[in-house]
Each structure stands twice: as C-alpha cells, then as structure tokens.
C-alpha cells in the first residue's frame, strides 16, 4: 500500500516498536481496542487474537480493503476521521483502549477528542511528532509546560513512554516521534461543560509567556489573591491545579 502524502501517511514498520505499543495498551485487559489510523495493518497485527474485538477507523478506504483481506472478520473496520467523527460510539465496550500512530496534520485534535472520552477508556496508546508529545507531559516550570500540557493535564495523567526513530516507518518522517501513554482522571479537574472556558483562561496567561501573570490576565489580576497565587509568577511556573483555582476564582 503506498503512503499518500496527502493523508499523512507514515506506516510504523518497526516490529520492536509495535511490540511495545501492544504490551503497553495491554489489550488483553480491557473490554476491546479502538486502532485509529491502522494503515496497512502492522500494529493491527499485534492487536488482534486477544480474545476481545477490535475496531479499526481510519479515513483511506484502501487501508480497510487491507485489514479485511489481512484480517477478515477479527476486525471492524470503519470508514471515517478520528478528528471529526464521534469516537464514543466505535468503543468496543465500557473498559476499552484507545491505540493509534496519529497523522501529524491532526494528532492534537485527535487527542482533544481522546481526551474528552474521560474514563469511558481504560487508557489510550498514541503515537505523535516528539515535539508535540514533550509539551502534552511537560510538567510546570519546564520550558515545554504552556497550555497544550495543562489541558492534557486536568483530564488525565500522561507520560512519554518511548521514543520512535525516523526509521521505523515508511516513508521516514522528517522528524523524531514519541508514544504517549494517558489514563483518564477518575474525577476530571474541569468538567466538559467548562473546559472551553477554562482553555480559552490558559491561553490568556500563556500569551506572553515573559510577562509575570499580573501583567498578562490584564482585569482578572484580583483573582491571583482570592486563589492564593503570587502575581510574580509566570504562567510556565503554575501547576494545573493552581490553573484551575485561579481560573475559578476568576469567574
């Protein structure tokens, strides 16, 4: 199967690396597995035989006339954009993974939409631009923490669990890559109903990352005093749970 460009399409060819990603995801455990952008079916490979189903979405039909003659009936596969679509509905129970070698193009979007299933998934296993996958575990008062890090943050804890070379796939990126393991909080620290709010507060304090947070949150400074927060500080020092009082205390 030829990679489009178009798609974004880098096949993860790498056996080690697949192996990882599949005792990682621990598929075994769970209800059934969510692959996001299987491609020709390497990691699909590894995924299958569990005993439990798997699920297979991707938005090139090649890739699915690929897992059926690959596969069969050991996978459903789904046309269909994981940026746009409504995941909820293609879990494979109430104890599922999520898994996937995301296009770079979409993988932040795809992993806002992750996110937001909460706890309806065990865990989700995804593979991104190591740039990218840096900030969503940065921990504050690290020079990659800003907002993409906070907002992963207050709905799941996350860790970078290894790196992937150019290599590994076919056509090589230009880049390095990195797989990110996330669980979802039992209790999120901002509900849905709140999180575009809250997002939108974040990226305020991060807008000019070397101004103080007294400077940058402009009419919302009396908020840093009701939430018990030194005005002196920048926002690449404040964790996510202090992101979170400050914000409420802003309202």
Do not use: C
């Not at 491609?39 to 897992?67: C, I, M, N, Y």
């Not at 069969?72 to 046309?79: D, F, I, M, T």
């Not at 509900?191 to 919302?220: C, H, I, M, P, S």
């Amino acid at each position: 199967m030829r990679p489009e460009k178009a798609l974004g399409q880098h096949f993860l060819r790498d056996a080690e690396v697949l192996a990882d990603i599949a005792a990682i995801a621990d598929v075994g455990r769970s209800s059934g597995v969510l692959e996001i952008g299987p491609g020709e079916g390497a990691l699909t490979a590894f995924l299958v035989g569990h005993g439990v189903p798997v699920v297979a979405l991707d938005k090139d039909p090649r890739s699915l006339e690929a897992l059926h003659e690959r596969f069969g009936e050991a996978v459903s596969g789904h046309l269909g954009d994981a940026a746009i679509d409504d995941l909820s509905v293609l879990l494979p129970g109430d104890r599922s993974i999520i898994v996937g070698n995301l296009p770079y193009n979409a993988a932040s979007a795809i992993q806002r939409r992750v996110l937001a299933l909460g706890t309806r998934i065990l865990r989700s296993v995804l593979m991104f631009q190591r740039e990218v996958a840096v900030r969503l575990v940065a921990d504050a008062g690290s020079r990659d923490y800003g907002v993409p890090s906070v907002m992963t943050a207050v709905r799941a804890q996350a860790w970078l669990v290894r790196d992937v070379p150019p290599h590994a796939f076919r056509p090589p990126p230009k880049v390095q890559s990195a797989v990110v393991l996330m669980e979802a909080r039992a209790e999120p620290l901002v509900g849905d109903e709140d999180l575009e709010a809250f997002g939108a507060f974040v990226a305020l304090a991060f807008q000019q990352r070397r101004k103080t947070l007294n400077n940058a949150l402009g009419d919302k400074r009396e908020a840093l005093t009701k939430a018990g927060i030194d005005p002196g500080l920048r926002a690449e020092q404040v964790s996510p749970e202090a992101f979170v009082r400050l914000w409420r205390a802003s309202l």
